[in-house]
């Protein structure tokens, strides 16, 4: 008998209007595999559908832009911000819902952290730290940024609105706002990279606003039942070793802000390292923890979750509601069918999975 059927993983969960099958989902991971154009192929329809036919009950998709007026972070990255582009994105979909798993858009905005525009916009004209990825094929430093203009402002967060829009009418079920790891919003979130002194700068209320204007004009984009959810991290892709030097207490201040602009579920990214190193904090208290306390939504725990201990307890202790897998996914797009019959899923490999 396999053991493994009585794990909660497999339970099924209500997000939203969206009655998942379990509680495993694929994380968002950078693939570069789209035309140079944006526009997604067919080698991302099968590589997306696979998951489905794996068995997770929901896909995250890789970060795609959601304007061409500078967000994108690299090339062969998808966008979706014309008519072909989201043609490609519709097959897509439509292929995964064939194997009755949902299907989500992060939509990302690169900001300073752009792999190849030399001319980019952050909150402020402060050069990232680290220097460009050659895997994404970046190259030397990182331009200086320019620091986004009141306008700059009204233009991303309606850059994002459209797409959610253009999200919604390609099929998908939902889109999650990134706001971590460093790209643009991250970037008003944190404090070397946000030194502003307008309503965008300073207090935490203030670093967030663009999270909750982005929500707000998305929720007059899309229909009723959309999902609208928002990634969260400590840690950068340029700065793995990065956390709050006020722990708990940044992350309360930080949740509470983000409660006010009614995310329908809270994803927390544990970039730099597994769940229980990057996501929990000297007080015994974790940053998803707080967020299901706080924000009163569900969240998605993220980071080493293939350990079926680790995501156990997360699970039975209400660290998190469901969980997001990456490089095991990566490694095996049928891990959950593998864990449910009790086969064993191939073995992760080195690649590309941010």
Not at 59 to 68: A, K, L, Q, R, S
Not at 213 to 229: S, W
Not at 243 to 249: I, L, P, Q, S, T
């Amino acid at each position: 008998m396999n053991t493994e059927l009585n794990h909660p993983i497999f339970e099924p969960f209500q997000l939203g209007p969206l009655a998942l099958k379990n509680r495993i989902l694929v994380a968002p991971m950078t693939q570069i595999n789209a035309q140079e154009d944006g526009v997604p192929t067919k080698s991302m329809l099968n590589y997306y559908a696979e998951y489905a036919r794996g068995g997770f009950a929901a896909i995250i998709t890789e970060g795609v832009y959601p304007d061409d007026r500078g967000s994108k972070a690299y090339n062969f990255q998808p966008g979706i911000v014309n008519d072909e582009q989201s043609k490609g994105w519709t097959d897509i979909v439509q292929a995964v819902k064939a194997h009755n798993s949902a299907i989500i858009c992060q939509l990302m905005h690169g900001g300073a952290l752009s792999q190849l525009l030399e001319k980019t916009i952050a909150p402020s004209d402060v050069k990232p730290l680290g220097v460009r990825m050659p895997a994404y094929g970046g190259e030397g430093e990182f331009p200086l940024p320019k620091a986004m203009t009141l306008e700059d402002i009204r233009w991303v967060v309606q850059g994002f609105a459209e797409a959610a829009h253009s999200a919604s009418k390609a099929g998908f079920d939902g889109v999650e706002i990134h706001g971590a790891n460093g790209y643009l919003i991250d970037q008003f979130l944190t404090d070397y990279t946000n030194v502003r002194n307008d309503r965008y700068g300073g207090s935490i209320e203030n670093q967030a606003r663009i999270i909750h204007e982005i929500m707000v004009e998305i929720r007059k984009a899309v229909p009723k039942n959309f999902i609208i959810g928002l990634r969260l991290s400590e840690a950068k892709v340029n700065n793995l070793s990065y956390r709050w030097a006020e722990g708990a207490a940044r992350a309360r201040l930080l949740l509470k802000e983000v409660k006010k602009s009614f995310p329908d579920y809270i994803h927390i990214a544990s970039e730099g390292g597994p769940w229980h190193k990057a996501c929990v904090y000297h007080d015994g208290s974790s940053f998803t923890g707080l967020a299901k306390e706080i924000v009163q939504v569900p969240v998605i725990a993220n980071g080493g979750l293939h350990d079926l201990q680790l995501s156990r307890k997360i699970l039975e202790e209400n660290q998190g509601d469901l969980i997001s897998i990456g490089k095991a996914a990566l490694s095996d797009p049928h891990w959950p069918l593998k864990i449910l019959h009790g086969k064993r899923p191939k073995e992760f490999v080195p690649q590309l999975a941010h």
